[in-house]
């Protein structure tokens, strides 16, 4: 019969050899074979691909660490660990990870462009801008690296040298977004004439943006070319943008036709159309202001206008409809909410 000091030995030469084992496990997973641990840092990395494009960065930072503890060679994971370290607003972890690949492929265009818009977000500008300069060293034909010198250069108040970028870009790739950049650096130049015939070279796209026929028709009351305003105005009542701000042009566009035009009919036109859609409920100022700049002739028959059809509810001779029950029904289904839509304010591109 077993004693106690034999149960107690018994006890003791399990747990050694169960933490021998142990021991022996670890051994053997840290001895795998390299293809093995390779396979399995791979996996990682690709789960931490996943997470990327799920916008799930902390756990992609997880499992890109996962795979580089078992292969720290895997440069891929290094460098979307610092595009994760951007995202995620550590930007100085991003440069270390970004530097670390610099030294073993000083060339690559990738890693440079990373490294440059890291530095834009940290906004160290002279040093993201000497990082793009360093890509054109490289590579003369890099549209990005121009693209963003031309960006950062305006944004610095540099717009000779800035034109200078979007130009050789221009050369490279005739682009609607990048004809758009030259005439606003036209126009912050005060070159207007250029600012229109670039405008105007959009025209003949059938995807012209709203906002080239915005810049024109602004262009155009600017430099009293008002035949063309009209078209203008024409062309963004057609937008689905336009349809939003509609009375605000139908009014805009009844002001250039009284005072400039002397389209007095058309004018009229605008001006109900306008009034219709509510113009002038909340704030009558721009009423107000119209009636002083035009015609004391025009005077009178545009304040009537304005007076009939800006009659409250109440004034008129209609009898009042009671929607209250209907009104209160709508307001309990229409699931209103307050969320808001954020704006992104990035104008340097990054490599994605």
Known sequence: ?????????????????????????????????????????????????????????????????????????????????????????????????????????????????????????????????????????????????????????????????????????????DKQEYRILLAELALAEGDQDEAIVLYESLLLEDDTPYEVYVALKDLYIDTEQYFGVSEMFDQLLNTPEGQEVRKDLFFERCRIEFLYLDDIISAQENLIQALDLGYGREDRASLDLLLEEVDTVLKDQIEGIIEEHLLEPEESNEPAVDNSTEDNQNSEDSGVTDDLEEESDQNVESEQ
């Open 1 to 173: 019969m077993p004693t106690c000091t034999d149960l107690r030995s018994g006890r003791l030469n399990r747990l050694f050899w169960g933490i021998n084992f142990f021991l022996l496990s670890l051994l053997l997973i840290s001895c795998q074979s390299s293809p093995v641990r390779e396979e399995l840092a791979r996996d990682y990395y690709n789960i931490g691909n996943a997470y990327f494009d799920l916008g799930e960065y902390e756990k992609a930072v997880e499992y890109y660490d996962r795979s580089l503890e078992l292969d720290p060679g895997i440069n891929q994971a290094v460098f979307n660990l610092a595009r994760t370290n951007i995202e995620t607003g550590r930007y100085k972890k991003s440069l270390k990870l970004l530097s670390q690949l610099e030294l073993k492929d000083p060339e690559n265009i990738m890693v440079l462009e990373m490294k440059a818009f890291t530095y834009y977000k940290m906004e160290e500008i002279d040093l993201a801008s000497e990082y793009y300069r360093k890509i054109l060293d490289i590579n003369l034909y890099s549209k990005r690296a121009l693209y963003n010198l031309s960006l950062i250069e305006k944004g610095e108040g540099r717009l000779a040298s800035s034109r200078l970028y979007l130009e050789r870009l221009l050369e490279l790739d």
